[in-house]
């Protein structure tokens, strides 16, 4: 498994593409999970600058792994709009070289949502993820609370729904803490989800009771709580039986989901314990096939 930074852990530092691209490499990641924020300043105001740096990220061998933003496809959308928010999308990924775009299922719970309603929500998706593959870019859609995909049992259900509707327009961006805050073992949701597992995101909690500082009003707040958040080793969930398991995609992306403070700090500390796992994984690997 590769790995990657994401530019979210700096949404209120003042830190330069150029210096998170340095930073990256420095620490030894294999790419950046650009932010759509992120992504549509440099696109739109810092161009010129911004392909220097997409330059130098190159040379040093990484790319941008995936653009992640947020395009509505709830049942109330105006699905026209949101289809010219996925063209943007679209072109910003195209332009920095990121072969994935992740968004959100809706924005309402499945519990919360009648059958016809999450059809819509999936079809629109598809919509959307065709939108994408014509282009080159995967559409990938998140676990996550207060969406459609927000427990293990109803993402594999919709992502079965997806592919019987247009195969592979929808993967899945695979959020090992939301299912397990949905009362998912990770490993379990591993191999249930596998077929549609298209990118990982990896964070951890101190204790179950803590979650809800990754809730959106607290967790984009400057001033929000960060309370229980801490490295990935040392929180309620175990993630080396899953690392066994992912460490065998030689081409899929593991993101670090650091909200917390010090990001580069902690973003180092946790480029070493993850990279570890994950050679110490293959090698056990390698020994087995011996």
């Known amino acids: 498994m590769k790995t990657a930074l994401c530019t979210i852990s700096f949404r209120h530092q003042l830190v330069s ?19 759509g924020a992120h992504a549509a300043q440099l696109h739109e105001l ?3 600058q911004a392909e220097e740096d997409l330059a130098r990220l190159r040379a040093h061998g990484l790319g941008i792994s995936m653009v992640s933003h947020y395009v509505d496809i709830s049942p109330e959308a105006d699905f026209a709009a949101s289809c010219d928010s996925c063209q943007r999308l679209i072109e910003r990924a195209l332009w920095c070289g990121a072969p994935r775009l992740r968004i959100f299922a809706g924005s309402r719970g499945s ?17 959307l993820g065709a939108l994408c593959r014509e282009a080159g870019v995967q559409l990938l859609l998140e676990t996550h609370p207060a969406t459609l995909l927000d427990t293990p049992a109803m993402a594999a259900e919709m992502m079965r729904l997806a592919d019987a509707l247009r195969p592979g327009a929808a993967l899945l961006n695979f ?17 249930a989800l596998k ?11 101190d204790r179950l009771e803590h979650v809800g ?27 080396e039986p ?17 909200f917390g403070g010090d990001p580069a700090g902690m973003l180092a500390r946790e480029s070493v314990w993850l990279r570890g796992r994950i050679a110490r994984a293959q090698a056990a690997a390698a020994g087995a096939l011996r």
């Open 213 to 239: 500082v990754f809730r959106p009003d607290i967790v984009y707040a400057a001033g929000g709580s960060r309370e229980g958040m801490v490295a990935l080793g040392d929180g309620a969930i175990d993630y």
């Open 111 to 127: 519990a919360e949502l009648d059958g016809g309603e999450r059809r819509v929500v999936i079809e629109q998706a598809c919509e």
């Open 17 to 35: 593409f150029r210096e998170l691209a340095e930073l990256a490499a420095r620490l030894g990641y294999d790419g950046i999970e650009l932010w």
């Open 242 to 258: 899953l690392l066994e398991l992912a460490a065998g995609e030689p081409e899929l992306y593991g993101s670090v989901e650091w």
């Open 46 to 48: 810092n161009r010129r």
């Open 175 to 191: 959020d090992a803490l939301h299912l397990w805050e949905a009362g998912g073992e990770p490993s379990a949701c591993w191999r």
């Open 195 to 205: 077929p549609w597992i298209g990118y990982v995101h990896l964070k951890n909690i």
